[in-house]
T-cell receptor, first 117, second 108 residues
């Protein structure tokens, strides 16, 4: 597709259940980011992939959160044993990157709205 | 590590008044700087980047290396400018770092 695609767009889950959020970046983009945006709040960085490796996962809030990326393309963010405070919009973004000043524009998906009840 | 600071969480201005959204960065080399915007119910999107030296929707931003700033300006605010604005920085091969965002509210 032409843009970053995320699924599901909306997810309501019960506290304690696991959820998986998927991101399809723009074809050819080597960098992939996950962010979280809570109601009325700014962007909270979660994890950054360069290819299939994650050189920066410093933003993952706890060990209940994990992410993987396969084939340098699709990424999955998994939240185990969800809590109500996990309710937020989870944004995925991608960029060409790798070369300074030439490819670092980030393109965002529309987000996955997660509600934990 | 890079840091991007947006000191104002909320900025309210009257329609027709000038707007300045502040952004300071910490990267010591030659950063690549961006402004992103999120309108209500829309995805985050690029507004402008400093290397393009462009004006988008009347907004401009000048890189001031001495002050390590990249403030976003518009001479006359419009109601449709109301949105969340994020400043971002990227240096070398490092990941892009975003500020915490400023909500711009244009009062009719």
């Amino acid at each position: 597709g032409a843009g970053v695609s995320q699924s599901p767009s909306n997810k309501v889950t019960e506290k304690g259940k696991d959820v998986e959020l998927r991101c399809d970046p723009i074809s050819g983009h080597t960098a992939l980011y996950w962010y979280r945006q809570s109601l009325g709040q700014g962007l909270e960085f979660l994890i950054y992939f360069q290819g299939n490796s994650a050189p920066d996962k410093s933003g993952l809030p706890s060990d209940r959160f994990s992410a993987e990326r396969t084939g340098g393309s699709v990424s999955t963010l998994t939240i185990q044993r969800t809590q109500q405070e996990d309710s937020a919009v989870y944004l995925c973004a991608s960029s060409l990157t790798g070369t300074p000043n030439s490819g670092n524009t980030i393109y965002f998906g529309e987000g996955s709205w997660l509600t934990v009840v | 590590a890079q840091r991007v600071t947006q000191p104002e969480k909320l900025l309210s201005v009257f329609k027709g008044a000038p707007v300045e959204l502040k952004c300071n960065y910490s990267y010591s080399g030659s950063p690549e700087l961006f402004w992103y915007v999120q309108y209500s119910r829309q995805r985050l999107q690029l507004l402008l980047r400093h290397i393009s030296r462009e004006s988008i929707k009347g907004f401009t931003a000048d890189l001031n290396k001495g002050e390590t700033s990249f403030h976003l300006k518009k001479p006359f605010a419009q109601e449709e400018d109301s949105a969340m604005y994020y400043c971002a920085s990227s240096g070398g091969y490092q990941k892009v770092t975003f500020g915490t965002g400023t909500k711009l509210q244009v009062i009719p």
